[in-house]
């Protein structure tokens, strides 16, 4: 196999028709050594049928369920670890990321390199407050990470089986894909392209998910924050340094300190900052935590072209089956 595409799809029923032709018309240069590969994170909608379609009438499209939502990051990891192919194209089900550049990017990877990224030049159709928090997340994440994530870069992007294999070493439960790839290092180059927006549906980014996904990347690149704690802690020790003299300088001169407000304000403000000092080390208490227990990332309920039929006895026997086997 020489080429496998991989495309996360949770509640993309809609897109999937589209992005099958338009993902099947992009790899015909390398068309009987390629692999397609859907995963559908758990969807609540018709995704699985279409993948079933898909699969019906193009044998070379795979489609595995997940046996629930996941997210797109792990569901997006599932994929790149059932991908058999020698080069891996990776990018969104809804199109945003054009696979007509895939020839560009074959023929870059042909020169040497083992990640060929795409960059962002415009984002079409997005809202200025995701265009301003994307711009904002790339810029603080790289002032506070040690490894140089390329900015504006999503997870659009060919890699070489050594990169993928690399990435799929890397055990960690709370994944940033993106930010995996640059860690991993090789040649990597980037591709700038026009984002366009979605064809269909709307997005699968909430704000949470959005939040989530940024807090995994602070989190799992950088150990910057626990150290903020600190400089902090300098920071306040010299206001309170400065307002000791000043109380000790009325008390001397006035005989008395004034200001219950301002007694108030400070108490409010270092408890404020304790608290956020807290929270900092909570927060990777917390991964800790999770990644202490090695639970696995993902199960697969089941690929296209399994079972015939969909009844749970047919499941059931069919999993007998298997386990016997085994
Ligand atoms: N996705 C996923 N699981 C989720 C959320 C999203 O697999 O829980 C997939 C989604 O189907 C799409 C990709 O992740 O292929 C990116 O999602 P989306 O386009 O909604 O994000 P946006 O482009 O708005 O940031
Ligand atoms: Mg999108």
Not at 177 to 205: C, H, L, N, P, S
Not at 239 to 262: D, E, N, R
Request: proline share 4%; hydrophobic share 45%; charged share 20%.
């Amino acid at each position: 196999m020489l080429l496998s595409v991989v495309v996360p799809c949770y509640n993309e029923e809609e897109a999937i028709p589209l992005l099958v032709d338009r993902l099947l018309a992009a790899v015909a240069p390398w068309a009987g050594q390629t692999e397609i590969i859907l995963i559908d994170d758990g969807s609540t909608d018709g995704t699985w049928a279409a993948l079933e379609a898909a699969h019906a009438s193009h044998p070379e499209v795979r489609g595995l369920k997940l046996s629930a939502n996941r997210g797109h990051q792990i569901a997006l990891t599932a994929g790149l670890a059932a991908a058999e192919g020698q080069r891996v194209f990776m990018l969104d089900a809804d199109l945003q990321d054009p696979p007509e550049l895939l020839p560009e990017m074959m023929s870059l990877m042909d020169t040497g390199y083992d990640v060929v990224y795409g960059k962002r030049a415009q984002r079409q159709g997005e809202t200025p407050f995701k265009k301003l928090s994307a711009w904002a997340f790339y810029r603080f994440l790289n002032a506070l990470s040690d490894v140089k994530i390329p900015k504006d870069t999503g997870d659009f992007r060919l890699v070489s089986r050594r990169a993928l294999d690399s990435v799929l070493q890397m055990p960690e439960r709370s994944r940033f894909v993106r930010g995996m790839f640059a860690w991993v290092g090789f040649r990597q180059i980037g591709v700038e392209y026009q984002r366009d927006a979605r064809m269909v549906g709307e997005t699968k980014y909430p704000l949470r998910a959005m939040l989530k996904l940024a807090t995994d990347a602070l989190t799992g690149f950088s150990i910057k924050p626990l150290r903020f704690a600190t400089r902090l802690s300098f920071c306040t020790l010299g206001v309170s340094a400065l307002v000791a003299i000043y109380v000790f300088h009325s008390l001397i001169l006035y005989q008395t300190a004034p200001g219950w407000a301002s007694m108030l304000l400070a108490m409010s403000f270092f408890s404020g900052i304790q608290l956020l000092t807290l929270g900092i080390m909570g927060e990777y208490i917390g991964r800790l935590y999770m990644e202490m227990k090695q639970r696995p990332l993902f199960f697969l309920d089941r690929e296209t072209g399994d079972y015939q039929s969909e009844t749970f006895a047919d499941i059931e026997a069919e999993t007998g089956r298997r386990r016997q086997a085994r």
